[in-house]
């Protein structure tokens, strides 16, 4: 049988394997792998129905990527909130982690394309241990998210190296555990891999789906057993124009998280990260869509819409507008377009 590695090694990486896959003339597209590389493993690949289709968009290069016109290689000004390399601080009780830098598969939208599977990554044992010492110093740091690249394309036992000195550090409550494995290389999650990660709860696992037709038997089989393991799991999902911007998709897989135990955690407004400005809708798509879904579906598939500031900022919801007056009365209109009044208390006015 196949392992994960095998499946990954033989993953395509060049217009030449794609174009001999799906008997097409792609070769336009080298010009951005030489910038932003392509791996796209056998088991996404085959996925792949046709050209242009949800899946493709986002793990085929486009020309578009070096025809960026607004956007920037840092929008959320990781480099510079960084105190130690690899390690963003930003809020004051959570860190993000990066503990490796290669990836199951190239999204193509991917917030950290200026490095993620490119040598401008830098991960070596003295980066994971300055970042270690730089959480030891600071026990303030209650949660820790660990993320890249893919911390999951490590092997079982690096990770358990990270994840053991991690636990060691008292004043980290939480561990989360940032990865895409589960939807692009669904055969990483071994029965080994959950019985390691169990070991460190709480443990956390947000995974990122952002298509239904990604929610096959075997991605289904790899959060099961996540989620046997005791693992919480959630989903980052990205707006992505093209591929999931509009409500019956995204309704539709949200609904199927649900059915593999993933809660919809984050629904994200694309950042404005050079090489993806062709995957940017207007956040007015997102809210329309947040409304289609709120309060016509169970409240358990609604993520938190969000937009993360550029500039290292931060996450702000958007969340459509219910309110119409806010006087002695609160007026709002509900799911369906009523409108309803709630009188307010009158205390502290
Ligand atoms: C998104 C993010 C977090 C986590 O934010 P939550 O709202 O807790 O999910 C932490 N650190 C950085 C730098 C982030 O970008
Ligand atoms: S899996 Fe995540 S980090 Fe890796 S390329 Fe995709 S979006 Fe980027």
Redesign the pocket.
């Known amino acids: 049988m196949k392992t994960w590695r095998d499946i990954l090694n033989s993953s395509i990486h060049s217009s030449a394997a794609l174009n001999a896959h799906f008997k097409s003339e792609h070769t336009s597209i080298d010009r951005v792998i030489a910038t932003y590389p392509m791996r796209i493993n056998e088991y996404y690949l085959n996925l792949i129905q046709r050209e242009g289709d949800a899946l493709w968009k986002q793990a085929v290069p486009d020309a578009a990527e070096l025809e960026d016109p607004v956007c920037v290689e840092d929008p959320?000004d990781?480099e510079n909130?960084s105190p130690v390399p690899n390690l963003?601080h930003?809020?004051p009780d959570?860190?993000?982690f990066l503990i490796s830098s290669q990836c199951a598969m190239y999204c193509r939208f991917c917030t950290r394309k200026r490095k993620v599977g490119t040598d401008r990554m830098a991960i070596t044992p003295q980066t994971i241990e300055a970042g270690l010492e730089y959480i030891r110093r600071h026990p303030q740091v209650r949660e820790v998210?660990l993320s890249g690249g893919d911390p999951l394309l490590l092997s079982d036992t690096g990770l358990d190296s990270i994840l053991s000195r991690l636990r060691a550090i008292p004043s980290v409550q939480v561990i989360r555990i940032g990865t895409r494995v589960p939807c692009t290389l669904p055969m990483r999650v071994t029965p080994a891999l959950a019985a390691l990660l169990k070991k460190y709860h709480p443990l956390y696992i947000n995974t990122h789906f952002n298509h239904p037709a990604e929610i096959t038997p075997e991605s289904s089989a790899a959060c099961a057993l996540l989620a046997d393991a005791g693992i919480p799991l959630g989903c980052q999902t990205v707006l992505l124009k093209g591929v999931n911007d509009h409500p019956e998709i995204m309704r539709e897989l949200l609904l199927k998280l649900l059915q593999i135990r993933v809660k919809p955690y984050?629904l994200f407004q694309t950042d404005l990260t050079a090489g993806t400005n062709h995957f940017r809708t207007p956040t007015a798509t997102g809210i329309a869509i947040m409304r289609s879904l709120i309060g016509h579906i169970s409240g358990l598939a609604i993520p938190t819409y969000a937009l993360?500031g550029p500039g290292g900022k931060g996450?702000i919801p958007l969340t459509p507008d219910y309110i119409l007056d806010r006087g002695s009365d609160l007026i709002f209109e509900n799911y369906r377009g009523e409108r309803c009044t709630y009188p307010e208390s009158g205390d502290g006015t």
């Open positions: 959320l990781e909130l963003v930003k809020y959570r860190v993000l998210l984050y993360d996450k």
